[in-house]
């Protein structure tokens, strides 16, 4: 029973993270660079990314393949929008410039003929900060402590930026659904 | 059939994600040649995050290991005759041993300056004995590949290697003098460690070649002590300390190259 358990401390384990690195480094760095449009900020974000990742290592480990990529792609986006706000030393600017949204109708009942292909339109519209908040959010099941730790904001200011985000997309949604229906 | 804009929403965000990948994945990804200090910090990064990560999991899985261990111990042992117990007793004690030498393994290997400091020769371990080198307000220091990153391409004829180690993006190489038996230690460690350096009754020199500043600590000539000269480049940090006379050591110093 003691070798079983100890030969649960073996196997590939350790080399996870290292592999993981290795096999996406070039194409997380083409999303950070494509993000930050500099090599400099790029190779930053990566090390971020990495920083959190290494953090996050629970939720990596439940994840394989296609997601993990996806999962760490979300990550890398977060992580150039932090470092080029530190480059620019501009506080909260995409976060705290959105405007107020009035007047939208968010009644989930008006968007219950909403399918994901149609969705997905609407969400190419979005700014990417809205759209990193609604993948960890909706993608990625964070919850709010989680998405406050991975911006560095606090919990509350979490949970209202996905509310923003998400009214932001019904709002883009009903406007555009009014105007072609 | 239950509509949730939520679910939805998540599907669509699949989709979108996805198609992002797959752009960048079918695009020409930039020829990009990751930066020497990129290198280092996500080797260190990575390393670091893999020991520390992953401790917990194991010491808790080596935990379970153990008590599972002396519980199944205790009950075959309860079950059997008096001379089994003895023998059970026994071989539980060996296990625990050697799950607490595993453990102990694990945490000496993680010491990682007080293992680099013994391995180079580097005697001055102790923060509370030694004045710390410092260049203005930059504390030097150090990290780590397991090869031969850099090495003097001089060296007097009479010197011969003795002693060579390479760690992780730091290496340490002994040389020792036919004639009078000096020995010379040359260590180069990344910048993420400190380098401790024993300056009593020591004359600070410092001096420049080709841009690199260089920090000799120069013993009094006859004295037991020995002469050392510090310099920084290009993230890393190195060091010569021998008896032996300082020119030849300036010398050495200006002759290390990087090899890879």
């Known amino acids: 029973m003691l070798l079983i358990l100890l030969e649960m401390l073996d196997g590939e384990e350790e080399n996870i993270f290292l592999k993981f690195y290795h096999e996406n480094k070039r194409m997380l760095f083409s999303v950070a660079y494509k993000f930050t449009g500099s090599e400099h900020l790029a190779e930053n974000a990566l ?3 990495f920083i959190s990742i290494i953090k996050n290592k629970d939720k990596m480990l439940l994840m394989k393949g296609e997601e993990l990529k996806r999962w760490s792609v979300v990550i890398v986006k977060n992580k150039c929008i932090d470092v ?8 909260e600017v995409s976060f705290e410039d959105e405007k107020n949204i009035t007047g939208a109708v968010t009644e989930d009942e008006s968007l219950k003929r909403y399918e994901a292909e149609t969705i997905k339109k609407y969400l190419s519209g979005l700014d990417e900060i809205s759209k990193q908040i609604l993948y960890m959010k909706y993608l990625f099941g964070y919850s709010y402590k989680e998405i406050s730790k991975e911006l560095n904001i606090s919990e509350k200011n979490a949970e209202m930026k996905v509310y923003r985000a998400k009214n932001k997309l019904k709002e883009m949604i009903l406007k555009e659904g009014i105007i072609t229906l | ?32 040649v990751f930066s020497r200090r990129h290198e280092i ?18 010491a808790f899985k080596i935990l379970v290991a153990a008590l599972l261990s002396i519980l199944l111990g205790i009950g075959v042992a309860a079950s059997v005759s008096k001379e089994f117990r003895g023998i059970l007793k026994d071989t539980v004690i060996k296990i625990t041993d050697s799950i607490n030498a595993y453990i102990t393994h694990g945490e000496i290997s993680s010491a990682f300056s007080l293992d680099e400091d013994t391995k180079t020769g580097i005697s001055y371990t102790t923060k509370t004995e030694k004045s710390e080198f410092e260049n203005k307000n930059n504390v030097f220091s150090s990290e780590s590949y397991e090869e031969k990153l850099w ?49 009593e009754s020591i004359e600070l020199e410092q001096f420049e070649n ?21 310099w920084y480049e290009d993230d890393f940090i190195f060091s010569i300390h021998s008896k032996s006379d300082i020119k030849i050591l300036k010398k050495i110093a200006y002759s290390v190259k990087n090899i890879k």
């Open chain 1, 47 to 49: 090390q971020e990314a």
């Open chain 1, 84 to 91: 080029m706000r530190k480059e620019t030393k501009k506080e």
């Open chain 2, 1 to 32: 059939m239950n509509y949730s804009f939520e679910a939805e929403l998540g599907k669509a965000l699949d989709m979108m994600l996805q198609e992002e990948i797959d752009e960048i994945m079918n695009s020409e990804l930039p020829e990009h």
């Open chain 2, 41 to 58: 910090r996500m080797k260190k990064l990575l390393s670091e995050g893999v020991h520390t990560s992953f401790s917990t999991r194991k």
């Open chain 2, 151 to 199: 090495e003097p391409e001089y060296l007097p004829n009479e010197y011969s290697i003795v002693y060579e180690w390479y760690g992780d993006l730091s290496g340490s190489i002994g040389y020792t003098s036919n004639k009078d038996g000096h020995t010379i230690m040359f260590h180069y460690e990344n910048i993420d460690s400190t380098l401790f350096v024993n300056n």
């Open chain 2, 210 to 230: 080709e841009g690199v500043k260089y920090f000799a600590f120069v013993a009094d000539e006859g004295s037991d002590k020995e002469s050392m000269i510090v």
